[in-house]
């Protein structure tokens, strides 16, 4: 895909599963249940053991059945090597213009993190695909008031986006959905019970998104 094409299909799935914490040798067996539950992305977080190894292990796994993008990305130089691992975009909790500009330079999407106005303009003018708006557990109302003046630039909320607040944050305007724990709990024991319930929470937060009942 190139960088148009993967950044049409993040807004056209529009959630993006934060995988944080798991055990490398569960990591595709975790993508599989989520992609068997509607998911066609995963952000896979740099904080995580063996990170990098996972990200190349996914994305050989799964191929173009699943986007794999990275995350927790602080600097330019680690961004790099998670697209060299086959990242297929760059997500940050924070903004750093050198990162963004590395990610671009690269052809892939980035993500960068912002919280206020100000960032989250930053970010855009220094090529950001699409902003995170990170922490989101502020809620709805705040992504609304940040997209009066800034209709223009495609917000991601992170943090704080579970399934009973989805819909308000979608109503709010938001392009896309990090979801984190409350999708992909990495301190569960990882069976054939939780990959079930995790391909079965997965659809949910899918029919959420595409008003499905």
């Known amino acids: 895909m190139t ?9 056209e799935h529009k959630l993006v599963a934060i995988i944080r914490g798991a055990n490398p040798a569960e990591l595709v067996s975790i993508v599989r249940a989520l992609h068997a539950g509607g998911i066609r ?8 053991p063996k990170a990098l190894p996972g990200i190349e292990q996914v994305a050989e796994a799964m ?10 990305v602080l600097d330019p130089e680690t961004a790099r090597l998670a697209l060299n691992a086959g990242a297929r ?17 690269y052809g892939a999407v980035s993500i960068p993190g912002g919280f206020t106005p100000t960032e989250i ?11 995170k708006v990170f922490p989101a557990s502020q809620g709805a109302t705040f992504l609304k ?13 992170t943090g704080g986006v579970k399934l009973d607040n989805i819909r308000e944050f979608q109503q ?9 724990s409350s999708l992909v709990d990495t301190s569960q024991p990882v069976s054939e019970a939780y990959l079930r ?12 998104v595409s008003g499905a009942n």
């Open 121 to 131: 303009l930053t970010a855009y003018e220094h090529g950001a695909d699409i902003v």
């Open 172 to 180: 709010a305007g938001a392009a896309a959905f990090g979801l984190g």
């Open 145 to 157: 008031d940040i997209r009066g003046p800034l209709p223009f630039i495609p917000l991601m909320p």
């Open 197 to 208: 319930q995790l391909t079965q929470k997965a659809q949910q937060f899918v029919q959420a």
């Open 63 to 72: 191929g173009e059945e699943m986007l794999v993008g990275a995350g927790t």
């Open 89 to 105: 975009f760059i997500i940050s909790p924070t903004l750093n213009v050198k990162t963004i500009r590395l990610t671009k330079r």
């Open 41 to 48: 992305a995963v952000e896979i977080t740099l904080n995580s």
């Open 3 to 11: 960088t148009t094409s993967v950044l049409s299909y993040l807004l």
